[in-house]
């Protein structure tokens, strides 16, 4: 005899009660302004070396020196995080040479990604490559420097003179660094050494109330002054990047 098989069990199709406890809420859409707000460093950050904003004043005077072309020694820029020095780094070379081209004449090397010698060799071959600008001018940023290896260092410290005065170019080096004091002596020495510091909350309120002025939002100077010493750093002060979150963050309520 034949085996019978067991019949089907009748496949349920769920009403809209029990469909409707098996689907996800998905979360209300971003507000239409969520683009503004979380890109206020790149909407109101400098494009230009003009529009580099700093209170420090040895740091302005050496930026002028800089920009006048009263020196081409090796620029050494360190201070806490978020303060603005790869900033400062990208927006230095274009002031000083016409025509200057990043994607051509601009070598970076983030040293926190690759700590090698071989970054260091294919700067020094990417210096004597020839460039189609004023003065055959090329720009070389290290940033993070202090995480270059041991050999890396060394090999910087003989790169950095290399070019200086040398006919018919000119190279331009630029290194950052979160620790100073990590950076070899030796490379110091050949550097403009400038500290970056963090500004107060006083230095940026007529900053922020451009910002907010600009995004439609009308607040006391009072009240904003009072959110940005909030919470600052020992000597008082804030980086740039946690300038930009707190506006995001007023902005976004």
Do not use: W
């Not at 081409?72 to 070379?93: C, D, N, R, S, V």
């Not at 460039?131 to 950095?160: P, Q, W, Y």
């Not at 230095?203 to 006391?220: H, P, Q, S, V």
Request: net charge positive.
């Amino acid at each position: 005899m034949k085996r019978q098989s067991k019949p089907r069990a009748k496949q349920r199709t769920p009403n809209s009660r029990t469909a409707g406890s098996c689907l996800m809420r998905l979360p209300a859409p971003f507000p239409d302004n969520m683009e503004n707000i979380m890109n206020l460093a790149q909407k109101y950050g400098p494009k230009t070396l003009a529009d580099y904003r700093t209170h420090y004043q040895p740091l302005a005077d050496l930026i002028r020196m800089y920009a006048e072309g009263k020196t081409e020694m090796p620029l050494l820029l360190f201070g806490p995080p978020g303060t603005g020095k790869t900033q400062l780094a990208e927006l230095l070379p274009p002031a000083l040479c016409a025509g200057f081209v990043p994607a051509n004449a601009q070598m970076t090397i983030d040293a926190g990604l690759d700590t090698g010698i071989n970054k260091i060799r294919a700067a020094k071959t990417f210096c004597e490559m020839y460039k189609a600008n004023d003065d055959n001018f090329t720009a070389v940023i290290i940033d993070e420097c202090d995480r270059l290896s041991g050999d890396a260092m060394d090999a910087l410290k003989h790169l950095l003179p290399a070019y200086q005065g040398k006919p018919g170019m000119r190279v331009q080096f630029i290194l950052t660094t979160n620790h100073v004091n990590r950076v070899p002596a030796p490379v110091q020495d050949r550097c403009h050494r400038m500290q970056v510091p963090q500004p107060t909350p006083e230095a940026l309120l007529d900053f922020a109330m451009t910002i907010l002025d600009a995004e439609g939002r009308r607040y006391d100077p009072t009240l904003i002054l009072a959110i940005l010493r909030t919470n600052t750093s020992r000597d008082g002060t804030l980086s740039y990047r946690e300038f930009y979150k707190r506006l995001e963050r007023l902005i976004a309520l």
